[in-house]
C-alpha cells in the first residue's frame, strides 16, 4: 500500500468517525457546523489525494504562480 492510499484511508476513517458521532450524540448547531466544514475538508483532501495518486494533480508551484 502506498503512502497515498495509507492517508487516503485514514481520512476515510476520520469521516466515517464524524458521521457516527453525529448519529450517535446530540450536537448543538455550533458543533454540528464545524463536523460538517471538517468532512468538506475532508472531502476535498480525498480529491486532493486521489489527483496524486493518479497523477493528475497540479504542482504545488505552479498553483503559486496563478
Same mark, same amino acid.
Given at each position: 500500500? $502506498? $503512502? %497515498?492510499?495509507?492517508?487516503?484511508?485514514? %481520512?476515510? &476513517?476520520?469521516?466515517?468517525?464524524? @458521521?457516527?458521532?453525529?448519529?450517535?450524540?446530540?450536537? =448543538? @448547531?455550533? $458543533?454540528?457546523?464545524?463536523?460538517?466544514?471538517?468532512?468538506?475538508?475532508? =472531502? =476535498?483532501?480525498?480529491? $486532493?489525494? =486521489? &489527483?496524486?495518486?493518479?497523477?493528475?494533480?497540479?504542482?504545488?508551484?505552479?498553483?503559486?504562480?496563478?
Amino acid at each position: 500500500m $502506498s $503512502s %497515498v492510499e495509507g492517508i487516503m484511508n485514514l %481520512v476515510k &476513517q476520520l469521516k466515517l468517525d464524524i @458521521a457516527t458521532e453525529i448519529k450517535e450524540h446530540k450536537v =448543538d @448547531a455550533r $458543533s454540528l457546523r464545524k463536523l460538517e466544514e471538517s468532512v468538506s475538508y475532508l =472531502d =476535498d483532501m480525498m480529491n $486532493s489525494l =486521489d &489527483q496524486i495518486k493518479c497523477g493528475t494533480g497540479t504542482n504545488m508551484k505552479e498553483k503559486k504562480n496563478e
